[in-house]
């Protein structure tokens, strides 16, 4: 009953990056135009798709998009490492 699952691996990443990026906006938002608010502030954004980041499939009569968009902060990513970290002690 004390293994690690999959799913809750992948439950506390993405919980991680949610509250990493939440508390780097909050942070950056506070801070005035400086070196530290564009460090915060500043993303990374790889997308998938064809047409304007998307895929779109024209049949005609109904037209399907599609598209998938990630966006990185480094507090996200420091959210991300804190939340692995605590996974590993976790019982």
């Known amino acids: 009953m004390n293994e690690k699952s999959l799913g809750t691996l992948v439950l506390v990443v993405v919980v991680g990056l949610i509250i990493g990026s939440v508390l780097g906006q909050v ?3 506070l801070l005035p135009d400086s070196t530290p608010r564009t460090f915060l502030l500043g993303s990374y954004s790889p997308s998938f798709g064809f047409d304007n980041d998307t895929f779109l ?9 599609m598209g998938l968009k990630f966006t990185f ?3 996200g990513l420091i959210g991300l490492a804190i939340s692995v970290y605590l996974f590993r002690w976790y019982k």
């Open 27 to 29: 942070v950056g938002n």
């Open 57 to 65: 499939i024209d049949l005609y009569v109904i037209k399907i998009k």
């Open 73 to 75: 902060n480094i507090m």
